[in-house]
């Protein structure tokens, strides 16, 4: 049963089984991961500050710890290599993460919620390790530590301790941009897929874009979604600011 359970993808056999998207096991892992944030985001708000702080920097130096045991493990069969390096976005968010939990920067807060929470959620969504079975480490911690960057920002808005500001956007995008570009010739140099900005992740819509617009014409349909996502994510905070701006002029 745990005979792979430390095995790289490329060390697992032809008929080792893993998952396919939205089959049973998946949708066991998201709906269960759902609950689980439910749960523990309602304990939360009950903490007192000085608790709300500490839980906060105790999940941030989980997450970054649990990575490096990842990282150990892979290194450990023979198989790390610079795809491994934290530079996916998901792995930037692990440091904005912990940024944020030792800084209190909205900065940082605002880059948990705009960038962070959405690219782990397609990833969750769009999982591209389904080559692993599910008594393998990499697949247990795939769902949980996107589920806990997820968590994160959550916690901020449940707790009230943060509030989402458009007027951060362009920093934001910014600053996402800056990285991206670095990112880009890095993986052209050494052949890797950082934010899949080179080539789409199986699975994902980035596949249809690819097919819509060829490689790199994808990215055009890539950064309109985002953009749209990220508009909608603000609005319902925005459309709130309206709202009670227009109550008070009426009284």
């Known amino acids: 049963m745990f005979?792979?359970?430390?095995?790289?993808?490329?060390?697992?056999?032809?008929?080792?089984?893993?998952?396919?998207l939205?089959?049973?096991?998946?949708?066991?892992?998201l709906v269960?991961?759902?609950i689980m944030i439910i749960l523990i985001?309602?304990?939360?708000r009950r903490l007192s500050t000085i608790?709300?702080?500490?839980?906060?920097?105790?999940t941030a130096v989980i997450m970054i710890g649990l990575e490096i045991i990842k990282d150990i493990i892979i290194a450990s069969s023979g198989n790390f290599g610079w795809g491994h390096l934290p530079l996916h976005l998901c792995g930037i968010s692990l440091f904005v993460i912990l940024f944020h939990a030792y800084s209190k920067k909205t900065f940082w807060a605002e880059m948990a919620y705009v960038i962070c929470l959405p690219g782990a959620l397609a990833a969750l969504l769009f999982a591209d390790w389904t080559v692993y079975p599910l008594m393998n480490f990499m697949h247990i911690h795939s769902f949980i530590i996107h589920a806990m960057i997820i968590l994160y920002p959550i916690l901020l808005l449940v707790g009230r301790e943060y509030r989402?500001?458009?007027r951060y956007l362009f920093r934001v995008l910014g600053f996402v941009s800056l990285l991206a570009l670095p990112i880009y010739v890095f993986n052209k140099i050494f052949d890797t897929n950082f934010f899949f900005i080179n080539w789409p992740s199986l699975g994902s819509p980035l596949v249809l874009f690819e097919k819509w617009m060829g490689n790199p014409g994808y990215l055009i349909p890539l950064a309109i979604l985002l953009f749209v996502v990220v508009m909608l994510m603000y609005m319902?905070?925005?459309?709130k600011d309206k709202i009670l701006d227009y109550k008070v002029k009426e009284n």
């Not at 005979?3 to 396919?20: A, D, I, R, T």
């Not at 939205?22 to 892992?29: A, F, S, V």
């Not at 608790?51 to 105790?58: A, L, V």
Request: proline share 6%.
């Open 236 to 239: 319902p905070f925005y459309l």
């Open 22 to 29: 939205y089959d049973r096991l998946h949708l066991t892992w």
């Open 41 to 44: 985001s309602i304990s939360y």
């Open 164 to 166: 989402p500001n458009y």
């Open 32 to 34: 269960s991961l759902l």
């Open 3 to 20: 005979e792979y359970f430390f095995y790289h993808y490329s060390m697992l056999p032809e008929n080792s089984v893993g998952f396919k």
């Open 51 to 58: 608790n709300k702080d500490r839980f906060k920097k105790i």
